[in-house]
């Protein structure tokens, strides 16, 4: 089947089976890496990317669903080489250890702080319940979160993606 | 994990979807939320010939309400529920429920229809309907029923909808004066499925009980209505003592099974303490309300 998906802003066409799931997608056709597959059973959120700006897990939904859609990976992030200040946070924060929970958590983040510049603790902990980190690197990863939503309240509207 | 072949469809109108069940009857699947439906592709448990997916049909999204009823429209999502003033203010065990189901990404896509259409005896949206009285508008192409919620589960993930019946809308009485409702969710971590769930409606009428609701998760082959609880208390002054004795009625009703989650007794006991809680919690509103 014939789909176009706007990833990372840039439209993209493919020819592929509709029973291709999306992280596949993107990660085979696609390329883009950066989007993992941890558990493939909807519970770690390893493949957490952000589907018209709403998280989803894409190891649960077919490629085939996002034809026509916009889809935010970890790649679609940074804008000209500058790092989104969700990405500058993780790395100042130490958000991550073994890295291979951090897109998902990073867009999860993201798409969190564009309804709510400065969750709480609770409410960063709520929002990443369905994100696992293995190495159980929790505290840094929602300070990281905090701290983007600090710089990107400091930062005038539009300097960021 | 790469599901079996199948063809897809993505039809843009309600009738367009009816007619694609039709044409393909028992080879055919509904695709909502997929958040159940996928995982089963995946594990080759499901290996539909057809699916239809009914995602971007306009007339399946929203929330309503009108004569009498709330109106869920199919697609829904469970975070929408969640974010909805009218369903927090006026069916607070929807509302409480909502944000207990699975986890938050999961909840960005997963429906109330599609939860129902399922049958699964853990799913959190069964119970919650079992003790508000909810029922289901089916379609098929020769024409519509209302389930309800009560006559929908057979046993686990089978349901009386037939193989070309689609859910439209998920429809719940509207609230009496002096009502009140909870859901209390009892997992070992979020997003796992429940270990015990309970779900309960009141309405009071001059401090006693007018009537009452009370369904039960993941204790049985489905959603169980606790009928004996319920009766228990309609009807009757909501004493500490009239509580628990609906409270261990519930109980009776439970069939749990021994599993990683728990024993059965311990479930049991787990529904018992849930009782109680959530009729108080219900009382608490109802007395506000």
């Keep these: 089947m014939q789909i176009t998906v706007t990833i990372n802003g840039q439209e993209r066409t493919a020819d592929v089976e509709p029973r291709l799931l999306l992280v596949h997608l993107i990660r085979e056709v696609f390329g883009l890496t950066g989007t993992h597959v941890g558990c493939d059973t909807t519970h770690c959120g390893a493949c957490t990317v952000l589907l018209d700006g709403l998280p989803v897990k894409s190891c649960t939904m077919f490629g085939v669903q996002a034809d026509g859609r916009s889809v935010t990976t970890v790649e679609g992030l940074q804008t000209n080489g500058q790092l989104h200040p969700i990405q500058a946070a993780f790395k100042e924060e130490h958000g991550l250890q073994c890295g291979f929970c951090t897109s998902g958590m990073m867009l999860t983040g993201a798409a969190l702080l564009e309804h709510n510049a400065s969750p709480s603790d609770e409410e960063v902990r709520w929002a990443i319940s369905g994100n696992i980190c293995r190495c159980t690197g929790y505290m840094n990863i929602v300070k990281a979160i905090q701290a983007a939503g600090h710089s990107m309240a400091e930062e005038p509207a539009g300097a960021q993606a | ?192 499925f ?67 989650r728990g024993s059965a007794d311990y479930k049991q006991h787990v529904v018992e303490v849930f009782v109680r809680r959530g009729v108080a919690r219900a009382l608490e509103i109802a007395k506000g309300a």
Excluded: C
């Design chain 2, 194 to 260: 429940a270990t015990v769930g309970v779900a309960v409606q009141l309405t009071l009428d001059d401090g006693h009980v007018k009537s009452a609701g009370i369904g039960l998760t993941a204790v049985g082959p489905t959603n169980i209505k606790a009928r004996e609880a319920e009766a228990r208390l309609a009807g009757s002054e909501p004493t500490d003592d009239v509580i628990a004795e609906a409270a261990g009625l519930a109980a009776q009703a439970a069939q749990p099974m021994s599993d990683l």
């Design chain 2, 1 to 192: 994990m790469l599901p079996a072949r199948f063809e897809y469809h993505r039809p843009e109108t309600l009738d367009e979807a009816i007619g694609l069940l039709k044409e393909h009857g028992d080879d055919a699947k509904v695709l909502a939320g997929g958040m159940s439906f996928i995982p089963l592709m995946k594990l080759r448990f499901a290996q539909p010939g057809h699916v239809v997916d009914v995602n971007r049909i306009s007339e399946l999204n929203g929330i309503s309400e009108s004569d009498g009823w709330l109106r869920v429209k199919a697609v829904t999502r469970h975070n929408e529920i969640h974010a909805s003033d009218l369903i927090n203010s006026r069916y607070p065990a929807m509302g409480a429920a909502a944000p207990q189901i699975a986890d938050p990404i999961v909840r960005n896509l997963g429906t109330i229809a599609g939860s129902l259409a399922h049958g699964d005896p853990a799913g959190d949206w069964g119970s919650v309907m079992l003790a508000l009285g909810g029922q289901v508008v089916a379609r098929r192409s020769s024409g519509e029923r209302v389930i309800p919620v009560e006559e929908l589960f057979v046993s686990n993930f089978a349901t009386t909808l037939e193989p070309d019946e689609l859910i439209t809308e998920v429809q719940v009485p509207n609230p009496e004066p002096r009502s009140g409702g909870a859901y209390l969710k009892l997992e070992r971590k979020v997003g796992d």
